[in-house]
């Protein structure tokens, strides 16, 4: 079975997505789940992580220093089992490339605000890791695309885009990444 994998996606891929990316892997890391990160521009591709957003990841306990920058592409896409958008904006790129991608593709805070309203005890049991983790995410995916009937995500399911801000800035959006990451451990790792 392949890992059930998420891609984070913001505008530079310098600091929400990759922090995104990050926390995730800290919080659902190992085999059983991928994690990657894409920006909507090409003009950071290569570069390293933001400092306040390395820094971000640094102090939660997560690795930064490999990390390079990427441009979205459609085989992102295709691969991705959740796509996690960092705003609205960001949504509508990712569906002007694959409109078929719609059903698992959300902005982070709306996924995060949805999340509690799914119901864990219908989701696949879960008896092995490697078979488990990749029904139950895409169960989870799918039980939060039918809590959200078709409705737009709302203006405060946008993270801020911390470039250029302090290490408050950075804190902020990473707190809110985190929120959303954790709840999805949760339903993923009962």
């Known amino acids: 079975m392949p890992p059930f994998t998420i891609l984070h996606v913001c505008m530079g891929n310098i600091c929400r997505s990759p922090m995104a990316e990050r926390l995730t892997a800290l919080a659902l890391g190992g085999e059983h789940v991928h994690t990657h990160s894409v920006g909507t521009g090409s003009w950071h591709v290569g570069s390293r992580m933001e400092p306040g957003a390395a820094r971000q990841v640094g102090l939660r306990g997560g690795a930064h220093e490999a990390f390079r920058a990427r441009t979205l592409a459609g085989e992102h896409v295709d691969g991705s089992d959740l796509i996690l958008t960092a705003t609205a904006e960001q949504y509508e790129y990712v569906l002007g490339l694959r409109a078929d991608a719609a059903g698992r593709t959300f902005v982070l805070g709306q996924f995060g605000r ?9 989701l696949p049991p879960f008896a092995n890791a490697a078979d488990a983790v990749h029904a ?5 995916v799918a039980a939060v695309d039918a809590a959200r009937a078709g409705k737009p995500p709302r203006y405060d399911d946008d993270l801020e885009d911390p470039y250029g801000g302090g290490d408050a800035v950075f804190g902020r959006v990473a707190d809110k990444i985190a929120v959303t990451v954790d709840r999805l451990a949760a339903a993923l790792y009962p």
């Open 114 to 122: 949805l999340l509690p309203s799914v119901d864990l005890s219908a």
């Open 136 to 140: 139950r995410g895409v169960a989870v």
